[in-house]
C-alpha cells in the first residue's frame, strides 16, 4: 500500500504565500514523478506543477513565476511553495505520485486526499 498525505493548506490574503507539503509512504521502489494537481469549484483538475526524479520541472502557465516544487528523494516527500497567491488559486490540491511498489513491475499513480487553499481578496 502507497499512502500520500498533504498539508499545510488553509486561508491566505491575496499576495500572501503557502507552502503545501506531501509525505509519501509504503511499500516503496522508486518514485518517478510527483506533481500537484488542483481543481477549483465547477472546473476540472489541473496540473499546476510537476517535477521528475532528476528535478526537471515543469508549471502551469497560470502559476509559473509564482509557485514553486521541489522534493526530498530521501524523504519521499514533495513541496509546493506558493507566493503572490490570488483569489483564483483558491482550489483543492492534490499531491500524486507515479510509484513502482516493491512488488510490481510498473509505476502506477497515486493521489493524495487533497488540502484546500483559499485565497481571500
Known amino acids: 500500500q502507497v499512502r500520500l498525505v498533504e498539508s499545510g493548506g488553509g486561508l491566505v490574503q491575496a499576495g500572501g504565500s503557502l507552502r503545501l507539503s506531501c509525505a509519501a509512504s509504503g511499500s516503496i521502489f522508486r518514485i518517478n514523478t510527483m506533481a500537484w494537481y488542483r481543481r477549483a469549484a465547477g472546473n476540472e483538475r489541473e496540473l499546476a506543477a510537476r517535477i521528475t526524479s532528476d528535478g526537471s520541472t515543469n508549471y502551469a502557465d497560470s502559476v509559473k513565476g509564482r509557485f514553486t516544487i521541489s522534493r526530498d528523494n530521501n524523504k519521499n516527500t514533495v513541496d509546493l511553495l506558493m507566493n503572490s497567491l490570488k483569489p483564483e488559486d483558491k482550489a483543492v490540491y492534490y499531491c500524486?505520485?507515479?510509484?513502482?511498489?516493491?512488488?510490481?513491475?510498473?509505476?502506477?499513480?497515486?493521489w493524495g486526499q487533497g488540502t484546500q487553499v483559499t485565497v481571500s481578496s
Open positions: 500524486n505520485a507515479e510509484v513502482r511498489t516493491t512488488n510490481m513491475r510498473y509505476a502506477y499513480d497515486y
